[in-house]
């Protein structure tokens, strides 16, 4: 049985069995455990245990926000099929018609199955990067903080198919720096970062094709690397993406090992 809980003190060894386990222990754990451990103090974040004849079979935390029809599965512990098939059965009762978002371990076969089954889209494997301090290398090129004069701009070339759309950015300044990239009074690119957490991450970068392969793309990043101070930074890059992982080598993010993951998204 699912239910919502208010702590975590007597699921400890529940826990720490399954994020010993290289091939469930979720990502978002590894990257940070205040994703788990922080759950009850974020807004709009809910925690939930499945319990199945007395005995802890799953950790789940969910991000549930009803005005957008939107879950995303922050964290999720287990290695039991029933303790998924609880959970879809509980978002099938209460969230039908939302999407519903997963990071998850590519090692996890079981979720990953699970997942196959309800006509889930995946993306390809995602390799984990680093940056804790900035490349040494100076850029000449401009590079800006957003300012409204850049706002029509901005829009335009901002990636319309994603969550954070330019407008969203926008109204949440407290959380995101907007860096752009201007050659002769163009804007040619900028890139969403977070700036308020102890690692922080890019959420979209964009160069005008004519203007990737110039150093732009560093720039950004390294920018941002400098702004962000003592925090570290994060981010995720499509495995196969050689040219993508070189760009913010050169930025200053090293390649992690063993933390990769997949994203997948279904319709509740």
């Keep these: 049985m699912l239910e919502e809980i208010t702590s975590l003190d007597s699921y400890e060894a529940f826990i720490n069995e399954i994020c010993s386990d290289e091939n469930y222990v979720d990502p978002h754990y590894l990257y940070d455990n205040n994703n788990l451990y922080s759950a009850f103090e974020r807004r709009d974040q809910h925690v939930y245990a499945n319990i199945d004849g007395g005995n802890t ?22 290695k ?14 209460n969230y039908k018609g939302y999407r519903c978002d997963f990071i998850i371990n590519p090692k996890n076969i079981l979720l990953k199955n699970i997942l196959t089954s309800k006509n889930a889209i995946f993306e390809n494997e995602q390799q984990r990067m680093i940056a804790r301090q900035a490349s040494q290398k100076e850029y000449s090129l401009n590079i800006q903080l957003y300012s409204d004069k850049w706002k029509r701009s901005y829009v335009d070339i901002h990636v319309k198919e994603t969550y954070w ?3 969203k950015v926008l109204s949440a300044l407290d959380r995101f720096r907007v860096f752009l990239a201007i050659d002769k009074e163009r804007l040619v690119g900028y890139l969403d970062v977070t700036y308020v957490y102890k690692q922080n991450e890019p959420y979209s970068l964009i160069v005008l094709p004519e203007y990737q392969n110039l150093g732009y793309e560093q720039a950004l990043l390294s920018k941002s690397i400098q702004m962000n101070g003592t925090n570290t930074m994060m981010t995720l890059v499509d495995v196969n993406a050689k040219e993508e992982i070189k760009i913010y080598e050169e930025a200053g993010f090293d390649v992690i090992k063993g933390q990769n993951s997949i994203f997948a998204t279904i319709t509740i």
């Design 165 to 167: 759309t330019a407008e």
């Design 57 to 78: 079979d799953g950790i789940f935390v969910l991000l549930i926000l009803p005005t957008e029809k939107y879950i995303e599965i922050i964290i999720g512990l287990s």
């Design 80 to 93: 039991s099929k029933h303790a998924y098939n609880e959970l879809f059965q509980y978002l099938e009762k």
